[in-house]
């Protein structure tokens, strides 16, 4: 069968695409991986068959649909980011971080975001072009607001990119996302903090703590950039002792109620 594919893809067949499945979890590779492969090969043998080259598609569903686990999202507990912010003297990097805590960004969003994106008199950041294309604004809290001030009286000049790499022979170039995840794993050290935080994690602390101060879901959704609220939902997992308290609040707020009207 492999030669025979190698030669003719329009030969595949279900049973061809089930051992391809089992060889990949043997390999092994990720389930989302996999998943991501299927949904390619959903497309090109869709194309296929718009293209009169193969009668139907070999993907069966739901017998090639895959369950991808979801992974719940982990913030940082108070405690933590105090110790990590203790621990960074550098404007900039206390700028960049503060970003991704104070407006949820992305470690891609930041690399690459430009001074003209930001409104200081609105207190906005515009975010364009994100992952999903989903196009937001974002506010900005007195503290990012007073470092971002800060760190552009130090830049001097007019660049375009507010970190940009300090490398000269990428000079005009943005800080990379990977050199930021460098940065954020020094200062994780420095502060005896020894669980493996990434810059997401800050964009995750961001939502779970909006949400524990009682934001509503959908505020949450659209500061983030989802497209969809069931991304967002998944942190409400995360905020038990919020739900609890505001149970109990409107419970009392019930018997309260109930109490004058059995009077």
């Not at 990590?84 to 992305?106: H, K, N, P, Q, S």
């Not at 506010?139 to 001030?149: E, G």
């Not at 009286?153 to 000079?171: D, E, M």
């Not at 942190?235 to 609890?244: A, F, V």
Request: hydrophobic share 40%; glycine share 4%.
């Amino acid at each position: 069968r492999q030669a025979t594919l190698a030669h003719d893809l329009t030969q595949t067949t279900a049973m061809d695409v089930d051992a391809w499945i089992e060889a990949a979890f043997r390999h092994p590779l990720a389930p989302s991986t996999v998943a991501t492969r299927l949904r390619v090969l959903q497309g090109f043998f869709a194309f296929l068959h718009e293209q009169g080259a193969i009668v139907q598609s070999p993907l069966r569903f739901p017998r090639h649909h895959l369950l991808v686990p979801q992974a719940l999202p982990r913030p940082m507990a108070d405690d933590e980011v105090v110790a990590f912010f203790r621990v960074i003297d550098a404007v900039r990097d206390r700028t960049m971080f503060l970003l991704m805590l104070r407006c949820g960004l992305r470690v891609s969003e930041v690399s690459r975001l430009a001074w003209s994106a930001l409104d200081f008199a609105q207190g906005t950041v515009r975010i364009d072009h994100s992952k999903g294309q989903v196009d937001r604004v974002v506010y900005l809290a007195p503290d990012v607001a007073k470092a971002l001030r800060q760190w552009q009286r130090l830049q001097g000049g007019t660049p375009c990119y507010l970190f940009p790499s300090r490398v000269t022979r990428k000079g005009g170039r943005p800080l990379s996302a990977r050199h930021i995840q460098h940065c954020m794993t020094r200062y994780l050290k420095l502060a005896g903090i020894t669980k493996a935080y990434s810059p997401h994690s800050l964009r995750h602390t961001f939502a779970t703590q909006l949400l524990n101060a009682g934001a509503a879901l959908e505020v949450v959704k659209e500061l983030m950039g989802h497209r969809s609220l069931d991304v967002t939902l998944r942190y409400t997992q995360l905020y038990d002792r919020t739900k609890r308290a505001q149970y109990d609040q409107a419970m009392a707020q019930v018997e309260k109620r109930q109490g004058c009207e059995r009077r």
